[in-house]
């Protein structure tokens, strides 16, 4: 059952695991059966988890910083989305024999980094090694006052679509990274990669949002495929508008040299944006949020009764065919 | 990126895993971007996370029903050693293409059964196509009063060590699937094997330990091993006299044709039976919790100071040579 490495998996934790874990008590050093997490009165913890498998999730050769990073915010992001203040997180690692001390010293000082970044700690997890394929699976807690969550099924007919950010740039950084976006310059495509790369929650807008929006959902299936999520949810009608959603100029860029690339942006995943639906009242609440945050926060669309679906119009208001409404896992 | 099986991660959710967490609102039916759980007054969640993987921690050919239990019972077991009360679970699936609907179905019932009997409910999770290895990780949330979890590193000079069960059957289960115990009866080596496969979780026991015992870890690595880790946490040395470790009658079958294996008792892991440590006026009550609960209770050894380690005795007093102190997952 299993077999020795150079280095054993309690060398491992105690060496690149049990230092994330140092800053809270709770955790046990890593070296107990199990963690123990506080709640304060009133708050309820909102917990999430993500597997990442090399190959499918993320690249075998990509940077250990990228995928650290990559792992852990994925989970992050979904907090952002229920209106959450990150408190920490556990990870299990399955290492195959390519993983040695030096990418588990980067992939560690990368998490060490979004820590200090978001202010969680490790508490717990499980190392081993695996003859399969490098994966992660990180179970992320947070809190949020009782009731003050950010649901998927609170949209309600008349409420606005907003997103933040822009859109669709991580997936055509996964285009660059195929070697599919040969005209775009250099450093545009460097900004799209990134995008695709390193995920950033948005997890203080979430915050802010707690009593203005009504449903909120992370982008990581693809835009139309996640609004999808709160229109089934809510069983609303949501209408999004292609042409109002935010793009960057890189994307941009790509876009005017090819534009059938706009179905990679309404459907492609991993932006890590969020996009929720606000009762009309609150859009110039919204945009003073957006000017003192720093983040575009952009009307899309609009919630109305009807059978749970997503229409997607052009700029005359006509319905477009969506070919693929979403990146599915399987 | 990852590819379509017949049916979709959505449907694999709606049919097989959403009814697992029908019964907990906390889990908004897993159609959010994360579940909510409270937490009463005065109590901490326990959180407790394992990676099990074919090949290593289970064969890929076992029966789901087997997989299913023992990928949950394995967490269940290290909220018992921290005498936690189980509450809930998340659930990660690396599904490979040999996983079919019937397979599914079957490892959703277990589940389910396993529900039931320890009155606990999924309330989130992850579900993803491999081409690599098929895999679970669960993480599994209990509570306890503040303050009086069974930790590791409690143990005190004086105490007194006691197991809870027989010791050894899971590894001699693994040696019999392995064909390594020839010479056993059939009905002995079903009785071994049913050990490995289907981990029974000492949850109540662990519970009613609370206030009794000082020091508790559960057996998965092996007796010395997981002593060791007490041993190490509480910086003490654990005396674990041979001769007086449980051993099932299957157990003593097996060891009477082959005295050798009185090592794979010793350091065979997947136990998953409880190891503490207790004062010795405790021994009185623990009889009496023994015959109530109708679990044996065996007292193998006492606690005193010095250098943290675990000295392994036989039935003269005289030190063992243990070869392998526990099986390393590396």
Known sequence: MGKRRKIGEFKIIER??????????????????????????????????DTMIAGIHFRSLDAPEDIAAKVLRVNLSDLAAMGATPISYTLSAALTDAVDEDWLARFTRSLASDQARYAITLVGGDTVS????????????????????????????????FVSGTIGDAAMGLLALRGELEKLDGALVE?????YLRPQPRIELGRRLVGQAHAAVDVSDGLVADLGHIAQASKVVATLEASRVPLSPAARAALSSDPSLITTVLTGGDDYELVFTSPPETALPLERLADEMGIALTCVGSVAEGSARVR??????????????GYQHF
Chains 1, 2 share one sequence.
Not at 19 to 35: S, T, V
Not at 191 to 195: A, C, S, T
């Open 16 to 49: 690149y695991f049990s230092p994330l874990a140092a800053d809270e008590p709770g955790a046990l050093g890593l070296l107990d059966d199990a963690a123990l997490l506080s709640l304060e009165a009133g708050q309820r913890m909102v917990v999430t988890t």
């Open 130 to 161: 695996t003859p399969g394929l490098l994966s992660f699976s990180v179970t992320a807690f947070g809190s949020v006052d009782a009731g003050r969550e950010l649901r998927r099924s609170s949209a309600l007919p008349g409420d606005l679509i």
């Open 191 to 195: 900004i799209l990669v990134d995008r």
């Open 312 to 325: 997607v119009v052009d700029a005359a208001g006509r319905e477009m065919a969506i070919s693929n409404a």
